[in-house]
């Protein structure tokens, strides 16, 4: 790989750039596009770990399936290597706390899900933890590496089981919920063989230990439903030694949330308020007493991922409109340092002995690991060389001013070759919540038309409409209570600037999303069809009446979407599904 890679550089330094190299990227090399997954930095900062993610490329043979993971370890810039077999697919990677080994989960065949190791050194992996007729979801170690907590699956229901053996298989929704378990174990040369079960409140969905090995931080929602785990997420704090929870009650959606190095505070990115769309708000919470508060509320902008670095400070990822700037607080909070990545957008965070790495895409690439050190981002991997090879569509930020005069912002991809005279023809590309947001990176994917249909003379506009995040919590509550207007408004108002300069043909204007993308796909093909000549929903909305009373997030869609029941105002939810 690394001879593969000096060789295309070497070929693009010395070979002088013209069309006949370059061609158009095709739907076959979505397809083969390899991104860098998780990421894990030991302790003491001197190893690195990351998984590549890539699907099958069936345009090649392979059989159809789902995403695998394969582990690296990293030493440098450009100087890696594969540390498992390929076919061997892992995840929850990580270091056990003297840096001797990466840890990560994996179902070895005929078995459940447990926890594995390989030595940094060289060596067979091996089996470290099990809990036995369960599947390993999470674990944490000990601060001295002598015990690893484990969350696993649900007990074996061997009354349920006895039923679907006889024939009875259906499921009774919101009547059979499954319940994760948390276990500890002994670390040793030998699995402990009875790991003890630890009482734990709720539906787990993550933890972590305390860095001075004195309390949990655990997660949990009322019940594993997807509508809980919207609206109902709160963070308990275990103390090992009594039992005691501290509950810290915040009101709104849970993002990250990370124990600081002295284990006095928590970073915690949440939302606001229950009719918060999104947890975009950064808070610092006392360990102690479950105080918290919040660091940049009412900033127009969304932080996206945390870690604290070994020296106390607090790294941010923060994403500003379609753009991403690296910031560092101290432990109450006050901004010390921000840092422009320039093109690039930066996605995850992780550290260890005050090494930071960062995972970040761009126009050009895909997420890649790069290196934070002395004020600047060094690229570590290059896992699709072969996009040297594609010609792009030139790709910007773009700001048009809606109807009422708000400044609306998004990404636009103009056709390779350029805009004809006349106007191309444009694809609006939507995204779905709508408490997302496009950033000016990487934006061609499996649904994300971008550079395939840039290659063959479309336009492509991603809008942030209102509603979106990165642009405030006002701003992405601009939606709340009203479907459509102004949020698919802004998509019309989107199409005629462009239109005005004369990038978009008007008589050539497509659009598609999926989820809320999809809605207002369908929305625009429906009420705004005088508008667009061409709509792709998919997983989209097309009567906001039927989601609410089959859908999985009635309570979501009603506290952050909708602030009323179907039954306040039949009318008004009829005339906001596209089927009316």
């Known amino acids: 790989m690394t001879l593969l890679r000096s060789a295309l550089l070497a070929t693009a330094l010395t070979l002088p750039a013209t069309a006949v190299l370059a061609r158009e990227m095709t739907p076959e090399d979505v397809a083969r596009i390899e991104y860098t997954g998780t990421v894990a930095v030991s302790q003491d900062g001197n190893h690195v770990a990351y998984t590549t993610v890539h699907y099958p490329d069936v345009t090649t043979g ?46 070895a065949s005929g078995e459940d899900r447990a926890l594995w190791g390989v030595p940094v050194d060289g060596g067979a992996y091996r089996k470290i933890a099990a809990v036995e007729d369960a599947s390993v979801r999470d674990y944490a170690f000990s601060p001295d590496g002598s015990e690893v907590y484990l969350l696993v699956s649900a007990a074996p229901d061997e009354e349920r089981e006895s039923a679907e053996d006889a024939g009875f298989d259906a499921e009774v929704y919101e009547e059979q919920f499954q319940f994760n378990r948390m276990f500890v174990a002994t670390v040793g040369a030998e699995i402990d063989a009875e790991p003890r079960e630890i009482d734990i409140p709720g539906y787990v969905s993550s933890f972590d230990i305390a860095p001075n090995g004195e309390a949990a931080m655990i997660i949990t929602a009322p019940t594993p439903l997807v509508d809980d785990s919207l609206t109902s997420q709160r963070v308990n704090l275990l103390n090992l030694d009594t039992g005691d929870v501290t509950v ?43 105080d918290y508060f919040a660091v940049n509320e009412g900033a127009t902008e969304a932080v996206v991922d945390t870690e604290w670095m070994a020296d106390g400070r607090l790294a941010a990822v923060v994403h500003v ?21 320039g093109e690039l957008i930066l996605t995850s965070l992780e550290q260890g002995g005050n090494r930071l790495m960062v995972e970040a895409n761009s126009p050009a690439h895909p997420n890649e690991l790069f290196s934070f050190n002395g004020g600047s981002f060094t690229r570590w991997t290059d896992h699709n060389p072969w996009l040297a090879e594609i010609d792009f569509g030139e790709q910007r930020a773009f700001t048009y001013e809606a109807t009422d005069g708000t400044e609306i912002e998004g990404v636009l991809i103009l056709p390779v070759g350029g805009v004809p005279s006349g106007g191309a023809p444009l694809i609006l590309d939507v995204h779905g919540g709508p408490e997302a947001h496009e950033s000016n990176g990487w934006v061609t994917n499996y649904s994300g038309p971008g550079q395939v249909a840039a290659g063959r003379g479309y336009a492509v506009f991603l809008p942030n409409y209102r509603g979106s995040t990165a642009y405030g919590t006002a701003f992405s509550k601009a939606h709340s209570g009203n479907y459509t207007d102004p949020e698919f408004r802004d998509l019309v108002d989107a199409k005629h600037w462009l239109v005005e300069m004369g990038i978009a043909d008007p008589d050539r204007v497509g659009i598609t999303g999926g989820s809320y993308g999809g809605y207002a796909t369908a929305w625009s093909s429906t009420y705004n069809s005088e508008e667009f000549a061409a709509g ?15 859908g999985d997030i009635p309570n979501e869609m009603h506290l952050v979407h909708a602030l009323q029941w179907p039954w306040e105002d039949w009318q008004h939810f009829l005339e906001v599904s596209p089927i009316y």
């Open 62 to 107: 392979e059989e159809n399936g789902g995403a695998r993971q394969q582990l690296f370890l990293a030493d440098g810039a450009f100087d890696l290597r594969a540390y498992l077999p390929e076919d061997m697919s892992v995840s929850a990677i990580g270091f056990n706390p003297d840096g001797s080994m990466i840890t990560f989960l994996y179902t």
């Open 248 to 290: 810290v009650e915040t009101p709104g959606k849970l993002g990250d949330v990370e124990f600081s190095p002295d284990s006095m505070y928590l970073s915690m990115v949440a939302g606001v308020d229950e009719h918060d769309p999104a947890a975009t708000t950064l808070h610092i919470v006392d360990v102690l007493t479950g």
């Open 321 to 341: 409109g379609a753009q991403s700037v690296l910031r560092f607080y101290d432990d109450q909070g006050q901004e010390l340092r921000e840092y422009d990545p």
């Open 536 to 550: 792709v929903m998919f997983v989209g909305i097309s009567n906001q009446i039927s989601k609410v009373g089959t």
